[in-house]
């Protein structure tokens, strides 16, 4: 039991453990995003799509992230 909880304690991404203390103009990742809403990356994009997700920002060609203002912003609207 206790290397379970070890194993699953190393997979959090730091950005989760640490998401309220992140500041609103950071940036996150879709493997926090994952764990923020608790669902896979099909239905993260999903959500994207039907509006029910803040559309990431491209920091780069190859980097998607989105906006922890929006994020937190989304997730209070949702939990209302």
Known sequence: MQQLKSELTQTIPEALKNFDQLPDSAYIRLPVMKGLYGVSSS?????????????????????????VRLVRAALAAKAV
């Not at 997700?53 to 989105?66: G, M, Q, S």
């Open 43 to 67: 239905s993260i994009w999903r959500g994207v799509k039907n509006s029910t997700i803040p559309k990431p920002v491209k920091l780069t060609e190859r980097t998607t992230a989105w906006s």
